[in-house]
């Protein structure tokens, strides 16, 4: 279809009329615990109005499927005849129009989960697609990053890819920063006691660690959270049945932790980011849940504009044997720690909502904000006018 008539079919714009919208999620392929927070922001594009899902789940066939597609398309077979050269079961049609659609895509290697609706580009008056991570080092080649060009805007989660995606695709590019269900993770009671002293998530460096271990071991009452599970091979990550219900737990913990250790994107893996520096989804989440963020924040603009409230976050170095020393300096200010608590919430629920961030795809496409998403901004602003 061409975009004319895309255009001819956008009837729910400005008339009153919830916009119909279909979303492609991978919550049944994919299902490290990593990308359960990029399967929030499908929760909150659910609430926010009539939204039909497709969610494909068979990841050995949709497998087999890219790589025949690849080696069509290596051989310069024209897209049409790789499509036909790589069948699968789950390539299902769409039986109605839609408004918008919107693919969250963890990284671009997901980009080929496209190929499960055959006919969305001509099914939808307006798409877009949000890369939650796309690091430059690890782009893949032309034959899936090209499933970009059909959709009228493309978001990247993180800022230094836009310059050189720009530069490939001909379709916009732009940086939409990540972000988390604050209504989820806001305390209910800012001056509730906390009964976790310091949660530490995810990458961990080796002398902190040692560190708050030997203070757990020495304080009986000292409750430090940290992972203990680690997946075979080299990450330390696992598997999530229900993405929704890791981030319930989440929220709990780091609602009922004092501090959380929070640092840039990948610290300890040059090799990939190049030393790039960008914004982990730590940042995001502490700061909703009201904890006291520790650590290495990123050095760049984005980072200064975007968490721009003093002590947003506390510095301190990666490797760090004295973390328990300053832990015990900070808590001997009280009155510091609970302002610190009050800003992180109140300015999450101004600022770093889904919400936010739909908007802005929303706007991209000449779309405004539903009635949903109207009502979720009026409760965020009422949780951030009780903290003022």
Known sequence: MAPSDREQRATCVGDGREP???????RKLDQLVAYALGYEIE???????????????????LERSRKLYKTARMLRCPRRVARTLAPMRERVPLNRD???????????????ALETIPDWRERCAHAVCYLNEAWVSRLPTNYLMEMLNRFDHVFIGLQNPVEPLSRQLTTPVSYLPLGCDVLRFAPADIDRPRSV???????????????LLTAMRTRPSWFYY????????????????EPAEHRLLLAQLLRNSRYYIANRA???ESATTHDAQEISARFYE?????????????DNPSFREQFDWPDAVIPAPYEHPGIVEQLDELDRDPERLRAIRV??????????????????????????????????????????????
Request: charged share 20%; hydrophobic share 40%.
């Open 20 to 26: 119909p919208v279909l979303a492609l999620s991978l």
């Open 43 to 61: 929760d909150v594009l659910r609430s926010a109005g009539p939204t039909e899902f497709r969610t494909p789940g068979d990841i050995r066939q």
């Open 98 to 112: 839609y408004e918008l659609f919107v693919f969250n895509a963890h990284n671009p290697w997901a980009l080929y």
């Open 197 to 211: 002293d310091l949660c530490n998530i995810g990458r961990r460096a080796t002398s902190t660690h040692r560190a």
């Open 226 to 241: 940290f992972d203990t599970a680690q997946a075979s091979g080299t990450g330390r990550s696992f598997r999530v049945d």
């Open 266 to 268: 990948r610290i300890n």
């Open 286 to 298: 502490g700061a909703a849940a009201g904890t006291v963020m520790i650590g290495v924040p990123p």
């Open 343 to 388: 800003s992180n919430v109140r300015e999450s629920a101004l600022r770093h909502d889904w919400l936010y961030r739909l908007k802005q795809i929303y706007s991209a496409v000449g779309l405004p904000p539903s009635r949903s998403m109207v009502n979720r901004e009026a409760r965020l602003h009422e949780l951030a006018d009780r903290l003022s």
